[in-house]
């Protein structure tokens, strides 16, 4: 069974710029979660999706942070305008509705410059 | 509110040795808690979880964990640390059973030939 899938694995870009990432959850899964990792930190939730509606996005800073899962399947983190206090990991992680672990994706190493 | 404390940042210990690392959590209702490894590069694997079951957890890789509820802990434990053991750990909390997760900042695990 393949695991979550996550592009790109590493940006680099300078503050200001726009970036954004693609989570591929695995199969049949109906929740994804995208988290934020701060060096040093452990992962905090941005937001979760069932299927293709927002059920968690309390924590998302909406003003700069957007996120959609279009037909429930994969999702697409964005971000825009960067500051350097985004620099980070962002996960994916995706869970099935009977089972409910997360399964996490490789992450997306961002540095903002 | 729920969160987590992982009692150390760093733990160094010889190949061959015992590991522990050490988790406090709160919790308003009766939590699920996990923990789960994080190797360089990698995505966050999960090695064990506690669901109100058995108190003592068994997971991957030798690991075990034991539910503690008077002393609100959830300590991880391992035999025989083995140099592949060298990663990042984090004790995980949920109130709500699997869905918000709440990451402790995580324990770096050396082990040493």
């Known amino acids: 069974e393949a695991g979550v899938a996550q592009s790109p694995r590493y940006k680099i870009i300078e503050k200001r710029q726009s970036v954004a990432f693609w989570c591929n959850p695995i199969s049949g899964h109906a929740t994804l979660y995208w988290y934020q990792q701060i060096l040093g930190q452990g992962p905090k939730l941005l937001i979760q999706?069932?299927?293709?509606?927002?059920?968690?996005d309390s924590q998302l800073p909406k003003d700069r942070f957007s996120a959609e899962r279009l037909k429930g399947v994969d999702s697409t983190l964005k971000i825009q305008p960067a500051k350097l206090e985004d620099s980070a990991v962002y996960l994916c992680?995706?869970?099935?509705?009977?089972?409910?672990?997360?399964?996490f994706g490789p992450g997306t190493r961002l540095t903002v410059l | 509110a729920q969160s987590v404390t992982q009692l150390d940042s760093h733990v160094s210990v010889s190949e061959g040795t015992p590991v522990l690392l050490r988790c406090n959590y709160s919790s308003s209702y009766s939590p699920s808690l996990f923990w789960y490894v994080q190797h360089p590069n990698k995505g966050l694997q999960l090695l064990l979880k506690?669901?109100?079951?058995?108190?003592l957890v068994k997971g991957i890789n030798g690991f075990e964990a034991e539910f503690k509820k008077s002393e609100t802990s959830f300590h991880l434990t391992k035999p025989s640390a083995h140099m592949s053991d060298a990663a990042e750990y984090f004790c995980v909390v949920s109130d709500t059973g699997y869905s918000t997760l709440t990451f402790g900042k995580g324990t770096m695990l050396l082990v040493s030939p």
């Open positions: 999706f069932q299927n293709n509606g927002v059920v968690d």
């Open positions: 992680a995706s869970s099935s509705a009977d089972q409910g672990t997360q399964y």
């Open positions: 506690y669901t109100s079951a058995a108190t």
